[in-house]
């Protein structure tokens, strides 16, 4: 089902035209495909050679060698998971930032994580992931 929820976003951001916000959730389709399919090579080519991730709720910042090396850890978390993302409503998306709502649902839990993004020249400079909420209803 989830799955089903993002082909459909794609479909509609293919519907919506060619503007910046439309080239720049391009990106984050494909970032969001390389995740869930854990693509490292694709991962790599997403993010910019001094992108860094961070995990506000956790403390965490990572370089992108130290994001890519976890990729393990995350590989055996997601095989159990569904995904689906959208841009946020009323928020700005264009040629220099993003902020996605990102529904995660575990076979024990949920969460709906907020994820604000900074772009340069068509890679993913910046990532920094808030918890939105324990549950993904108002998704």
Do not use: H
């Not at 890519?68 to 978390?77: K, P, Q, V």
């Not at 997601?78 to 409503?89: D, H, L, M, Y």
């Amino acid at each position: 089902m989830m799955r089903a929820i993002r082909f459909l976003t794609a479909a509609l951001v293919l519907a919506m035209g060619a503007s910046t916000g439309v080239a720049q959730t391009s990106l984050l389709e494909r970032w969001y495909t390389a995740m869930f399919d854990v693509n490292r090579v694709a991962i790599d080519d997403l993010l910019a050679d001094d992108a860094v991730i961070t995990l506000e709720d956790l403390g965490i910042s990572q370089t992108k060698a130290e994001f890519l090396a976890a990729l393990d850890e995350w590989e055996d978390i997601v095989k159990t998971a569904n995904f689906a993302w959208q841009v946020e409503e009323g928020a700005t998306a264009d040629e220099t930032r993003a902020t996605v709502l990102v529904c995660y649902q575990f076979p024990e839990n949920e969460l709906l994580i907020r994820e604000a993004f900074t772009f340069r020249d068509g890679k993913i400079l910046s990532s920094v992931q808030t918890t939105a909420s324990d549950s993904c209803a108002d998704f």
